[in-house]
T-cell receptor, first 110, second 113 residues
Framework: GEDVEQSLFLSVREGDSSVINCTYT??????LYWYKQEPGAGLQLLTY?????DMKQDQRLTVLLNKKDKHLSLRIADTQTGDSAIYFC??????????FGTGTRLQVFP | NAGVTQTPKFQVLKTGQSMTLQCAQD?????MYWYRQDPGMGLRLIYY???????DKGEVPNGYNVSRLNKREFSLRLESAAPSQTSVYFC????????????FGSGTRLTVV
C-alpha cells in the first residue's frame, strides 16, 4: 500500500526537544520530506533527506532515516512556540506522486 | 513573487452545484497536483498531471474532474457537489524526485451545505 503513518498529536514544553516520527512504505523513494503547515496556510517545505543518507542536520532540525525499518524522524531542538504547527512527512514514490502522512500536530506550551 | 496561486480562497456551495477551482504556477514545473486535506487524514491526492496534456487519478478521484489547460494551469472541477466534498483543497507543483519537493498554494476552503 501507499500508507505513510504518523502519530496525530505531540505536546512539548517550550525549550525541550520535539521528536516527530513517521513510517513509510516505498523503499524506492529517492527523497523523503518534512513539511510544516501553520494555521490557515499551505504546506511549506521544511527539510528533506536523500534516501542514501542516515542523518541530516540543519540548524535546530535533525532528520534521521532508518531505511531498514522504513522509519523517518524529525527532531526539533529548543522547541519554540513558533514551532507549533502540523508537520507532514512525505515520500516521493517511484512515480510522479508525492505521498503524505496524516500529519502530526505539535503543540508547544510555556 | 513566484509560486502557486489558487482561487478562490473560500467557497460555499449548495449540494448539486458545480464549480471549478483554479490553479496557476509560474515556476515552469512539469508536474501539478490537487490534494484535499481533511482532519486526521492528512493530504490525499485527487488527481495529478505529470506533464502538459496528461492527467492521472490519485487516491480519491471520484466526484472530480481536472483539466491541464497548459503548462501553467491545472483546474479542478466539481460537477455536482456533495457534503462529503467539504474540505480544504491544495494545489501543488514540482519536479519529480526533486530535492525541492513541491510548492503549495495557500488552499481553498470549500463548504458544501
Amino acid at each position: 500500500g501507499e500508507d505513510v503513518e504518523q502519530s496525530l498529536f505531540l505536546s512539548v514544553r517550550e525549550g525541550d526537544s520535539s521528536v516527530i516520527n513517521c513510517t513509510y512504505t516505498d523503499s524506492s523513494s529517492t527523497y523523503l520530506y518534512w513539511y510544516k503547515q501553520e494555521p490557515g496556510a499551505g504546506l511549506q517545505l521544511l527539510t528533506y533527506i536523500f534516501s542514501n543518507m542516515d542523518m541530516k542536520q540543519d540548524q535546530r532540525l535533525t532528520v534521521l532515516l532508518n531505511k531498514k525499518d522504513k522509519h523517518l524522524s524529525l527532531r526539533i531542538a529548543d522547541t519554540q512556540t513558533g514551532d507549533s504547527a502540523i508537520y507532514f512527512c512525505a515520500e516521493s514514490m517511484n512515480t510522479d506522486k508525492l505521498i503524505f502522512g496524516t500529519g502530526t500536530r505539535l503543540q508547544v506550551f510555556p | 513573487n513566484a509560486g502557486v496561486t489558487q482561487t478562490p480562497k473560500f467557497q460555499v456551495l449548495k449540494t448539486g452545484q458545480s464549480m471549478t477551482l483554479q490553479c496557476a504556477q509560474d515556476m515552469n514545473h512539469n508536474s501539478m497536483y490537487w490534494y484535499r486535506q481533511d482532519p486526521g487524514m492528512g493530504l490525499r491526492l485527487i488527481y495529478y498531471s505529470a506533464s502538459e496534456g496528461t492527467t492521472d487519478k490519485g487516491e480519491v478521484p471520484n466526484g472530480y474532474n481536472v483539466s491541464r489547460l497548459n503548462k501553467r494551469e491545472f483546474s479542478l472541477r466539481l460537477e455536482s457537489a456533495a457534503p462529503s466534498q467539504t474540505s480544504v483543497y491544495f494545489c501543488a507543483s514540482g519536479h519529480r524526485d526533486s530535492l525541492y519537493g513541491y510548492t503549495f498554494g495557500s488552499g481553498t476552503r470549500l463548504t458544501v451545505v
